[in-house]
């Protein structure tokens, strides 16, 4: 009788060992194409080809930020415009997210609390948050209270319809082995169907971070006196182009730092994503 030697198996690896792997191959690609935006940049406004008043050139720019940080814009330094644009932020942010994640959780658990909502989502979800400047400075005023709502706004819409959608797709088996043991609705919905909705929860706040961070820059055009967004239109306003772009350059590599924030923080709650 022949003897068959044992068939040894690779161990598979950890979807999230294989992206990280996938990651680091793809990393030079990612810092190849922004050196060849900067020296496509650097070579068309040094040699002419697109005037100053359209592009400015990279080492003007550098310049600019310099004095930037040394004198401040309109007599506020530089971080008190980068501060109070992530003041506003940040306060809609946690407050329309909160009141989002809730409601859409609710929503995504009780047949009756979805209908409810339903209407009033699909009717705000097609308008653009800009749309609603007039009517918030109509009731809260050129203050910073109206900017405020404005972005927690732009948070709620997309936090509440991510969780709803994480929390009515969690597995009927999930919820059929929790009823089979005899647990709480109460306990149910922390250890069952909020685990399970988490990746969507966070889908929809990476979303919704970023938005309201584009959406402080239009709530700024109004009434603001600091900020990123009020930079970048009073230096429009008196044709300082090196400034708007250097506030444009500024709101993305905040907006990169924020989502780069989320996703650290996502790693480490849904910490069992990519695993086995």
Same mark, same amino acid.
């Given at each position: 009788?022949?003897?068959?030697?044992p068939?040894r198996?690779?161990?598979?690896?950890?979807?999230? =060992?294989?992206?990280?792997?996938?990651?680091r191959?793809?990393?030079?690609?990612?810092?190849g194409?922004?050196?060849?935006? @900067?020296v %496509?940049?650097?070579?068309?406004?040094?040699?002419?080809?697109? &005037?100053?008043k359209? @592009?400015?050139?990279?080492q003007? *720019?550098?310049?600019?930020?310099?004095?930037l940080?040394?004198?401040g814009?309109?007599?506020k330094?530089?971080?008190?415009?980068?501060?109070?644009?992530?003041?506003?932020?940040?306060?809609?942010?946690?407050?329309?997210?909160?009141?989002?994640?809730?409601?859409? *959780?609710?929503?995504?658990?009780? $047949?009756?609390?979805?209908?409810?909502?339903?209407?009033?989502?699909?009717?705000l979800?097609?308008?653009?948050?800009?749309?609603?400047?007039?009517? %918030?400075? @109509?009731?809260?005023?050129?203050g910073?209270?109206?900017?405020? %709502? *404005?972005?927690a706004?732009?948070?709620?819409?997309?936090?509440?319809?991510?969780a709803?959608?994480?929390?009515?797709?969690v597995?009927v088996?999930?919820?059929?082995?929790?009823?089979?043991l =005899?647990?709480?609705?109460r306990?149910?919905?922390f250890?069952?169907?909020?685990? $399970?909705a988490?990746?969507?929860?966070?889908? &929809?706040?990476?979303? $919704? *971070?970023?938005?309201?961070?584009?959406v402080?820059v239009?709530?700024?055009?109004?009434?603001?006196?600091?900020?990123?967004?009020?930079?970048?239109?009073?230096?429009?306003?008196?044709?300082?182009?090196p400034?708007?772009?250097?506030?444009?350059i500024?709101?993305?590599?905040?907006? +990169?730092g924020?989502?780069? +924030?989320?996703?650290?923080?996502e790693?480490? +709650?849904?910490?069992?994503?990519g695993?086995?």
């Amino acid at each position: 009788m022949a003897i068959t030697a044992p068939i040894r198996t690779r161990p598979r690896a950890s979807s999230g =060992g294989q992206k990280k792997r996938r990651s680091r191959r793809l990393l030079p690609i990612s810092i190849g194409t922004i050196v060849v935006i @900067l020296v %496509v940049w650097f070579a068309v406004t040094n040699t002419g080809l697109v &005037g100053p008043k359209y @592009l400015p050139k990279p080492q003007e *720019l550098v310049a600019q930020f310099g004095v930037l940080l040394s004198d401040g814009y309109q007599g506020k330094s530089l971080w008190e415009h980068i501060g109070a644009s992530l003041g506003r932020t940040l306060s809609g942010f946690v407050i329309g997210s909160f009141i989002g994640i809730i409601v859409g *959780l609710a929503a995504g658990s009780s $047949a009756v609390v979805s209908a409810a909502i339903s209407p009033i989502m699909a009717f705000l979800r097609p308008i653009p948050p800009i749309a609603f400047i007039p009517m %918030v400075v @109509l009731y809260f005023g050129l203050g910073e209270t109206g900017k405020v %709502v *404005l972005i927690a706004l732009t948070s709620f819409n997309y936090a509440v319809v991510n969780a709803q959608a994480g929390a009515a797709g969690v597995p009927v088996a999930y919820r059929r082995a929790a009823a089979t043991l =005899g647990i709480p609705k109460r306990v149910e919905f922390f250890r069952v169907i909020l685990p $399970a909705a988490l990746p969507n929860i966070f889908a &929809g706040l990476k979303v $919704a *971070l970023a938005l309201s961070w584009a959406v402080v820059v239009a709530a700024e055009l109004v009434g603001a006196q600091v900020g990123l967004g009020y930079m970048i239109n009073q230096a429009a306003l008196l044709f300082q182009i090196p400034i708007v772009f250097i506030g444009i350059i500024l709101i993305g590599v905040i907006g +990169l730092g924020l989502n780069l +924030l989320i996703n650290f923080i996502e790693s480490r +709650l849904i910490h069992w994503r990519g695993r086995g």
